[in-house]
């Protein structure tokens, strides 16, 4: 499931391909996605437009025209974006693909159909931060992501500080694998309550969160730069983690060996050793 680094190395993969281009054609599979697929509104408020920014909220990709709309892209699990020759044939799972008017075809492959799509028409996407993400927390480079934040929010939450950070309404796009890597980083145990962490331990949570994040951001700018996958091979890049699918192996700091303990659920990674 991709987390807030691989929606923004997409992000930041598509911006350059896309600003400044014009949609000229829209063609759909005719099947949906979680959600369905709003063609209709796509026919109305994107095809013909041109596209005039990319940007990224929490797990979505934004891409805004210049009427105002906006197209919401959640990648859920599968969910993959490319440019190909408008001649290349259209794959199994390719569901939506727009032509751009230098010829190549943004196409969005998504073999489980987790992802989604939302429109919005100009009116509609004005205020996006008090309608479709008004539960949304807080980006993690924003600064109102701080300890002082996390500390309020947490404040009688009987919670652990992993389940926490995955939950979207305290904090935007951290998922498993990065709250393993985080409270790793910032040497915290992931069974800990929330509420009972002290604000140094916050404090060394934000900085960690954004440190961790911008080096996943940083490896996967320098893995996957090129869009123009006609191969079809580029998955997501892999990142180094320190914790994540690691038990067994001697932790990096220490050499004590990693534990594995599901926590709400979720498979969770540990160093018993550095992380109190
Ligand atoms: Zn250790």
Not at 6 to 26: A, D, F, T, W
Not at 129 to 154: C, H, R, V
Not at 209 to 220: F, M, N, P, W
């Amino acid at each position: 499931m991709p987390e807030l680094p691989e929606v923004e190395v997409v992000c930041q993969g598509l911006r350059p391909h896309l600003v400044g281009r014009k949609i000229v054609q829209i063609r759909h599979s005719g099947m949906n996605l979680r959600t369905q697929i709003p063609i209709a509104n796509m026919f109305r408020h994107i095809l013909s437009r041109t596209v005039v920014d990319v940007s990224r909220r929490a797990k979505y990709l934004i891409i805004a025209v210049d009427n105002g709309a906006r197209m919401l892209i959640h990648l859920g699990m599968t969910g993959r974006l490319g440019f190909f020759p408008f001649e290349v044939p259209a794959v199994r799972h390719d569901h939506i693909s727009f032509l751009l008017d230098n010829d190549l075809d943004l196409r969005l492959n998504d073999s489980r159909r987790f992802g989604a799509i939302h429109l919005f028409s100009g009116e509609e996407a004005s205020d996006l931060e008090q309608t479709f993400f008004k539960a949304t927390g807080p980006e993690p480079f924003n600064e109102d992501f701080s300890a002082q934040y996390l500390i309020a929010k947490a404040a009688g939450k009987k919670q652990t500080v992993k389940v926490f950070l995955m939950t979207t309404t305290i904090v935007a796009g951290i998922g498993n694998i990065y709250a393993n890597e985080i409270l790793f980083a910032a040497r915290i145990h992931p069974a800990r309550s929330a509420a009972s962490l002290s604000p140094a331990a916050w404090r060394r949570i934000v900085q960690q969160t954004r440190l961790v994040l911008k080096q996943a951001i940083d490896c996967g700018g320098s893995t996957i730069s090129d869009f123009l996958n006609a191969d079809r091979k580029s998955g997501y890049f892999q990142v180094h983690f320190r914790v994540y699918d690691r038990q067994g192996e001697p932790c990096s700091t220490c050499r004590h060996l990693i534990e594995k303990v599901r926590i709400g659920g979720r498979a969770s990674y540990f160093c018993p050793k550095c992380q109190k």
